[in-house]
């Protein structure tokens, strides 16, 4: 089957981060919520994050990707990239996603923040007690 003119589409999440990713055979260039990746994701940690993927599969410049993301901090929303683009990756070749499941990209990180308690400061802090 040929790759070309082919999209290949996924949603990625983490934390409250959700990534829709769309691929497409092309030089490896990245645009998330149209504008320029190294413009968007500001922090190298982040981009390595983001990476991560094409460098397990060895397709580091050979797809393009456009996302759209949306909720969460910066990092959360790498992260939701990261698991979109592994998505797509793992529908494009089987051998993909035997690696991708192997580093663990594959899987969807479940945690999120735990909701506050009622009689509570927060989701574990309490208020001070007094004894007098």
Do not use: C
Not at 14 to 29: C, L, N, S, T, Y
Not at 55 to 75: F, S, W
Not at 86 to 112: C, M, N, Q, V
């Amino acid at each position: 089957m040929p790759t070309e003119n082919i999209v290949f589409i996924a949603t990625g999440r983490r934390k409250e981060a959700v990534a829709r990713v769309r691929m497409i055979p092309g030089g490896g260039k990245i645009v998330v919520n149209k504008r320029a990746f190294d413009k968007y994701f500001v922090r190298e940690t982040d981009r390595i994050i983001v990476h991560q993927p094409f460098e397990a599969t060895n397709t580091k410049n050979k797809y393009d990707v456009t996302a759209l993301v949306d909720g969460g901090g910066l990092t959360g929303q790498a992260g939701a990239l990261r698991h979109g683009i592994s998505r797509a990756l793992s529908h494009i070749d089987t051998e993909f996603h035997h690696i991708l499941r192997k580093g663990g990209y594959l899987t969807r990180d479940p945690r999120t923040k735990e909701r506050k308690k009622y009689g509570q400061k927060g989701a574990r802090k309490r208020f001070q007690w007094t004894k007098r």
